[in-house]
């Protein structure tokens, strides 16, 4: 008796498949896709004869992993890349970021800078982004235009921008904004805190009741440099951490960003309170911040995800860039070659990020039931020669250039290197009048 095939959106046939949970890579495998979720992985000569797919994409030289998750970043800063380079943290916020927003933030600005980093993210095959930044409903129009999975900050200061004019002005404001996109799957939300010196302890006890009633991560940066903490101790006579942890908002639902200056107590109160961590090597280095100890991290069982932050301070959104550059300084620093190997790393990038959002049920791994949020790399360029551990080859060789296509729910975001869902010239022309704009300004 003949089986009629399975009629099916999509199979991506593929030299390899790294599922990341369980850890494994699997070889000439192919993957069944309907409805936006993957249904089943199997040897790719069982899925022709059990599925009738309406397309087929054949990956023949190409490792297929889920979709890159970048866990902290400010999209709309995109506009600002090179703006101000080679300053310290507090200079380069101060009198050249803040002053800049101050006289160009407007709903334009961040669906314009937005637009520019969704394309680059999907472009480098990064899936989902965990945005903190101002005028979010701009931000989420942005991204659901791109197609992209976006976690958006109700980002919350004390002191007024273009967007708001103080802490309750800014969580309300983003509230409403939750509210407008709550039926979009793609589009979700985060309170964030931008960090312990711009953010009073009253605000953060709103929030926590927020996250608590509302089941909301909180995202926000944390122990990045020692004058932040320096000055916390002296203003408030304990660590940004344990004054956090007094205000009971450190648990499963925290996401601390970059986290570079943290000694044992530190570290033992994270991982008694189950937080996250968004570890961003570059941004650190390049603004020298400092190393964060994410080798020591692991050791305590924290759960670490990797980020960008902001094309301001980067100055590229290159997940490919983050894993490799993580990889190597935990190395250099322990003076542990074996420490966090290339599947290690490509978790942090996918599934430990997707944990530390609360959406490790739907992505993060290649597994039947969940979304299919897929990015597929050639490893058959000349540069990527020979290949004896694909998975080894995404951290150590290949990067972002080698990402042919994206998947995000199952819809084809970019094809064969090429971006479906943007006009580019008309995103070339905008981001060229900020150009012109923003450097009136600086020469003003």
Known sequence: MTTTPEIIDLLIE???????????????????????????????????????????SILQDHILIPGLINLHTHAAMSLMRGIADDLPLMEWLQKHIWPTEAAHLSPQFVYDGTRLACAEMLKGGITCFNDMYFFPDAAATAASEFGMRAMLGITTLEFPTPYASDAADYINKGLAVREAWHNNPLIGFCLAPHAPYTVSDSTFERILTLSEQLNLPVHCHIHETQQEIDENVKQHKQRPLARLHKLGILGPNFIGVHAVHLNDDDLQLLADTGCNIAHCPTSNLKLASGFAPVAKMRQFGINVGLGTDGAASNNR?????????AALLAKGLTGDASVMPARKILRMATLNAAHALGLGNEVGSISPGKSADLCAVTLGELETRPCFDPVSHLVNVAGRESVTHVWVAGKCCVDDKSLLKHDQNDLESAIALWQNSLEFRQRA
């Open 317 to 325: 959104l290159d997940l490919f860039g983050e894993m490799r550059l």
């Open 14 to 56: 593929a030299r390899w498949i790294a599922t990341v949970d369980p850890d494994e890579v699997l070889k000439n495998h192919s993957l069944a896709i309907h409805n936006g979720r993957i249904l089943a992985i199997l040897p790719t000569g069982e899925a022709r004869i059990r599925y009738a797919p309406q397309k087929t």
